[in-house]
């Protein structure tokens, strides 16, 4: 296994596109949530907007880069005919995919965390400038504050459980493009659906499956009695989705041919 792991590494760290693929999930993920923390006023006497929620929105926008690095990491294998290689090198093929899991876990560690510290300390400045914080009855956002520590270790485990998904879907599916439209669907349909349902009950049933909107509610430090899911069953249906995904893309790594 940790053969099959450095082999990964090699190959993840020479990739010129890999880097730029973690700096724009970094770069596009802090953008997004100063973006939303500019944007956000409270004109009213009382603020009941999430804070952590806020500061962290830019995770749906990077999300999508760690889809496609993800992705990349097992389809262009297909694409340049390089599985071949690695399927001679490692005949093992479960422990492959296993490889990839951790070298892809291990850089969108990395770039979620800082992702995630960037836009925690934009949420730290922006807030109490706008009076958003004094309005709201809330306090500057801290690592310090549970359920702020909860949101922002949650934040960086969802990115990673993404990723995770994305690897699983690129081995069933193979192809690049097919495999990102196959996790933007699942990611951004859900949410979409429920919108257009007027039932509430029905609303809340596909946001409790949805692998984003249930994810997400691990970001919650406000309302959070309200949700239809709580932050870490959230959590959780979007870890069953990526052990779905995997095992599904393990099963047919290993009985398929390259």
């Known amino acids: 296994m940790s053969a099959a792991v450095h082999a990964e590494w090699t190959k993840a760290r020479t990739l010129a596109g890999n880097g730029w693929l ?12 100063i973006g939303v923390l500019l944007a956000t006023t409270c004109s009213r006497t009382e603020c009941d907007l999430d804070p952590a929620r806020l500061t962290f929105s830019g995770i749906q926008l990077g ?9 990349a990491a097992m389809s262009g294998e297909y694409s340049t005919g390089m599985i071949r290689t690695t399927l001679a090198a490692t005949p093992r093929r479960p422990v492959v995919l296993a ?22 300390l934009a949420g730290r400045v922006i807030l109490p400038s706008n009076a958003f914080l004094a309005l709201g009855g809330h306090h500057v956002l801290s690592l310090t504050d549970g359920p702020t520590l909860r949101a922002a270790f949650g934040s960086v485990l969802y990115l990673i459980l993404i990723a995770l998904l994305s690897l699983g879907v690129a081995a069933v599916v193979r192809d690049s493009a097919a495999a990102v439209g196959v996790v933007l669907g699942l990611l951004y349909l859900f949410p979409i659906a429920a919108l257009m349902i007027n039932d509430p009950e029905w609303q809340r049933h596909l946001n409790q499956v949805a692998p984003m909107s249930a994810g997400l509610a691990v970001q919650a430090t406000v309302g959070i009695a309200d949700l239809p899911i709580g932050p870490w069953p959230g ?24």
């Open 99 to 120: 490889a990839k899991a951790v070298v892809v876990t291990g850089m969108v560690l990395v770039a979620g965390s800082v992702a995630v510290s960037g836009s925690l």
């Open 63 to 71: 999300q999508v880069i760690v889809a496609v690095l993800a992705v």
């Open 235 to 258: 959590l959780g249906v979007l870890a069953i989705w990526a052990t779905v995904a995997l095992a599904a893309g393990g099963l047919l790594l290993w009985r398929r041919d390259a």
């Open 22 to 33: 973690l700096l724009a999930t970094v770069a596009l993920t802090v953008g997004l949530s």
